[in-house]
Structure formats: C-alpha cells, structure tokens
C-alpha cells in the first residue's frame, strides 16, 4: 500500500497532535472520489466542517498544484497551499498534500500538513487514506480531548467523499 510522503518536521507522532483514517470500498471508483476531493465546490456539500472555501484562482473550484485557498475547519480560518497534486492517471495512485495554517502568536499559532491518498486495490476496491500532521498549541489542545476531533472529523470527511463518490 503507498503511503503520504511527509516533510520531515511533519512525521507522523513528531508533532502535537496527528490523525489517520482510513475506508475501503468496492462502490467507488477512483476517478469520482478524486473528481470530488479536489472540486472545493463539492466539499459543503458532503463533509459540514469546511465553509468559506475560497481559492485564488476564482476561475475554478478545483485545486491545482500550488494553488492558495482558505477554508474554516474545526472552529480555525486556515490558509492552506496545494503542495503535492498526482491525478490518478496510467494507474497511479491519486495524491494530494496541502500545507494550512492559521498564523497568531504562541498560543494561536496552528500549521499542519493534510494529505489524501486513493489508490486502487484488488477487485475492484479503491482504498482512500488520510492523515493530518499539526504543530502549535491547539494541536496539543486538540489531541488531549477524547475523542480526538480531527479523528472523528476526518472520518465524517472521507465517509462523505464516499457517499459523494457513489452518486
């Protein structure tokens, strides 16, 4: 199975607070669930926690390698930047990584590194990964509640690209 290729400050259990979820489905294919993965006009529609989704380039909805955007996320407006972006094409496996933040002081002060995976497996099953790796005090903050939201909110994520992805 691949896996997310990280920057080396982001290591997964290196930093304040890091998630991982994860679905296999064989009701999906690859294509719809990257078409609305990376189509920000589709993300209110399957997935509550992201609003005020704006990109630079108003000429479209679709992220695309370096592109800009901010979104609002689990109660913080983050700034994010598109800084891997492979379609799944000739067999490859889909990727996208994306660096957010939310700049403040000591105690604001939020960056993570969010990354999707969606690769095809055997027989007709198309696995779809995430994980999120965050530095700065509300990622400590975060990882102390039980259950973790990142965790749960992940998971409402890709639960909802998958509903998406079967229409």
Known sequence: MKS????????????????????ISNEITL???WINLVDTSNWETYYDNA?????????SSYLHFAETFHFDTF????DAQV???VEPVDGKTARITWHGWQNGDSET?????????????????IRLLTQESQIGRPAAD????????MLNG??????????????
């Open 4 to 23: 997310i290729n990280w920057p080396s400050e982001y290591l997964p259990r290196t930093t304040d607070n890091f998630v991982s979820n994860e679905v």
């Open 31 to 33: 294509e719809d669930t």
């Open 51 to 59: 609003t005020n989704i704006e990109l630079a380039d108003k000429s």
């Open 75 to 78: 109660g913080f407006p983050i």
């Open 83 to 85: 800084m891997e972006l």
């Open 109 to 125: 002060q939020f960056d993570v590194i969010h990354a999707f995976l969606i690769e095809k497996l055997n027989d007709g099953r």
């Open 142 to 149: 975060l990882v102390k509640q039980n259950p973790n939201p």
């Open 154 to 167: 992940h998971q409402a994520w890709i639960d909802g690209l998958v509903k998406a992805a079967k229409k």
